[in-house]
């Protein structure tokens, strides 16, 4: 969209921009209000199941007060404004307590995209209105245990048989597996040597037998990650989204959203909050250069946010945007790290058990959502030219 | 006491019309002291006259580029260059390594309206724990400006000593005091110098990848290798963190101004570093020119950190 086309239709082209002022205003009303109950000041000691209940409470009332879609077009029930307004929405929720992640958070920023660029209407009807709404909750199907950074190489075949689709395989670090009633479900649907022209994307339903669910536990203790075991299980062919054997194109048109702008406003809001774990306690950073140690860390993280506006004003403005996500990606994980450690090695007696499941639980965000290594090799070969290896 | 700081909502890139203006001045850079991509700084380049390229400037009107209505100059009233505009100039105006006081004589226009004459070359002082900094000082028809903001008087006298901090393309003179200087005036000192910093960092950054796509080892160009690759990855990531970092200090409160810029500082010696280590033994003699870079930003980084700390008082004590 060019900018005047973004102008035309009444979306914010720069964070200073009157409408982009004035769309702060009006969601920090907003937010005032719909924010009480969502302290932060109890989620030192929560369970699995409260995090997903306080997210889940968090997704529909940013839906009841027509939150839930910001950037996505009016005719499917978004506000059909843009990356601006959905970034300052995201920096002023977080700052006000709202949860750093959201339940529906696939389908919000996966599938709903996903079905707008690639599906039917047929299919946009049957599922839109359930994403947006969150009353069915969606989870990613794409890394395998033998396909993680090469995603291409996975092996669960999705067999057409007639008017179906016969799934048969294994996903692994499925967010909201548990829960989910749907899968965007990447599978083989062609032969091995087609590489990027055999895979086909499935929105695939989970509540069938033939599916099993497994939860990982992992090292900060939590599951919000699972395994799901696909035998024999089906999906029936009207829910084939975009072309049989192009799915690596629907799902590198999908993982570009990903890649957008969407995570990085949550990953500063975590940063903000374990800065604010350390300068809420007395305890915690006794005996060391407080004052100093704050500073800095106050310091990267507003370097960091200035970075993702950058980047965001450019996306809005339909400049060089495509150059930011791998930048920012690995740029805000790595602070998220360092602070945990910092967090870590620096607690009081009483915080030091959540520092511990922060520290352990940041480990993926250079993991999950494309390794650092290979978002390193992505700004080296597609941006900066580098010949591959 | 310091000016409130402008804290976003406000637009964090440079404006079309701005980027349109700092590209013709790039190419007329380009044109008049060669292309810093292909051709190597060198001690001769330091040496030469660069008076006709200073009276162009001068007449294509780039050291009024920036004044705006007083009494609140940091505002940026819609004429003229704003600040971030000011920086994406100034990051363009480190990769040259052209020694002339462009980017202070702008800033002092900018801070001063209408006092200084159009092709006045003018500076400040920043009180430095080894004696107030003034870039460009001791050159001839530099004159070094009191205090800002105010239509400014001038620190007289001539022979000023040489600071060992000052680089070939950024000479400091040891000045006999320092300027007085509000601190939206040292705010914008500090972050133009960050930016500064950055477009020279970013300059050895592009010779770093033009340079691994072109050098063969084992048969192999050097850019192929993953570690090469990464290195040149985390150098973007640097180029453009320190980019943000000139941007924070520019939004900066006055006790986060420091702490921003040494973010981006440290940023820019990462990168300059890393630049060396990419072009091997290459990068390790003087004909390669790299060490310029590194030499404008420490001269870059003291005049920074001296701003950053030397508040009215401390510049009138000095």
């Known amino acids: ?389 | 006491m310091c000016a409130l700081a402008v804290s976003p909502p406000a637009d964090v890139l440079p404006s079309r019309d701005a980027e349109e203006a700092i590209a013709v001045l790039d190419r007329l850079l380009v044109a008049r002291a060669g292309d810093p991509r292909t051709q190597m700084r060198g001690d001769e380049f330091f040496s030469r006259d660069y008076g006709d390229l200073w009276s162009a400037l001068c007449r294509d009107g780039w050291p009024a580029v920036a004044v705006s209505a007083l009494p609140d100059p940091g505002a940026d009233s819609g004429e003229g260059l704003g600040i971030v505009d000011l920086l994406a100039l100034a990051e363009m105006w480190g990769r040259h390594l052209v020694p002339l006081p462009l980017l202070e004589t702008i800033l002092v226009r900018r801070w001063s309206g209408s006092g200084p004459a159009n092709g006045d070359a003018l500076t400040f002082a920043v009180g430095h724990r080894t004696g107030p900094l003034a870039p460009y000082g001791n050159r001839p028809g530099v004159w070094c400006v009191d205090r800002l903001p105010a239509a400014p008087g001038r620190i007289e006298g001539g022979g000023w000593g040489q600071s060992a901090l000052g680089a070939p393309s950024y000479p400091l003179a040891i000045a006999p005091r320092a300027t007085v200087l509000d601190c939206g005036v040292r705010r914008e000192i500090v972050a133009l110098a960050v930016a500064q910093a950055a477009g020279g960092a970013g300059l050895c950054f592009e010779r770093s990848v033009a340079y691994a796509k072109t050098r063969a080892q084992f048969g192999r160009l050097i850019g192929s290798q993953q570690a090469i690759k990464h290195h040149l990855a985390n150098m973007h990531m640097a180029v453009e963190l320190a980019r943000s970092s000139a941007l924070a200090v520019a939004l900066a409160e006055e006790d986060e101004i420091w702490p921003r810029a040494k973010i981006g500082f440290d940023y820019c010696a990462d990168v300059w570093e890393t630049a060396i280590q990419v072009h091997g033994g290459i990068g390790f003699t003087w004909e390669a020119g790299l060490h310029f870079y590194s030499w404008q930003l420490q001269g870059l980084r003291a005049v920074a950190q001296a701003a950053a700390f030397c508040g009215e008082a401390a510049g009138a004590s000095r």
């Open chain 1, 1 to 389: 969209m060019t900018v005047d086309e973004a102008q035309a239709v009444g979306k914010a082209t720069s964070f200073g921009d009157p409408r982009a002022v004035r769309f702060r205003e009006e969601s920090r009303r907003w937010l005032t209000d719909a924010t009480s109950g969502f302290s932060r000041a109890d989620r030192m000691h929560e369970t699995d199941a409260d995090i997903l209940a306080r997210r889940l409470a968090w997704d529909r009332r940013l839906f009841d007060g027509g939150y839930g879609a910001i950037s996505w077009p009016t005719e499917f029930g978004g506000r059909g404004l843009g990356p601006i307004e959905e970034y300052i929405f995201a920096e002023e929720a977080t700052g006000l307590g709202a949860p750093d992640d959201l339940a529906g958070r696939v389908g919000r920023l996966l599938v709903g995209p996903g079905l707008m660029e690639f599906g039917t209407e047929a299919q946009q009807a049957r599922f839109m209105p359930g994403i947006l709404g969150v009353r069915e909750l969606w989870c990613q199907g794409f890394s395998e245990p033998d396909a993680g950074s090469d995603l291409a190489s996975l092996r669960t075949a999705g067999v057409r048989d007639g008017d179906t689709f016969v799934v048969n395989g294994q996903k692994i670090w499925s967010s909201f597996c548990g829960e989910a009633d749907w899968c965007l479900l990447l599978v083989r649907s062609g032969p091995q040597e087609n590489r990027y022209h055999n895979l086909s994307m499935l929105l695939m339903p989970l509540r069938q037998e033939g599916v099993e669910v497994r939860r990982i536990r992992q090292i900060s203790g939590s599951s919000e990650f699972g395994e799901i075991f696909f035998s024999n299980a089906i999906c029936p062919a009207e829910y084939l989204l975009g072309r049989q054997d192009e799915g690596w194109a629907v799902a590198m048109g999908i993982l570009s959203v990903e890649r957008g702008a969407g995570f990085t406003p949550m990953r500063l809001s975590m940063s903000r909050r374990y800065l604010a774990m350390l300068e809420n306690c007395p305890d915690c950073l006794a005996g060391v250069n407080r004052v100093e140690i704050l500073g800095e860390l106050r310091a990267r993280i507003e370097v960091n946010r200035l970075q993702a506006m950058r980047a965001v004003e450019a996306m809005a403005a339909d400049r060089d945007w495509v150059r930011s996500h791998s930048v920012l990606k690995i740029a805000v994980s790595e602070l998220q790290q360092d602070l945990s450690r910092i967090g870590l090695e620096n607690a009081c007696d009483e915080h030091l058990p959540a520092w511990r499941r922060e520290y352990f639980s940041i480990r993926s965000a250079t993991i999950a959502g494309g390794t650092s290594e290979i978002n390193r090799n992505v700004i080296a070969e597609r941006l900066l030219g580098l010949p591959r290896g």
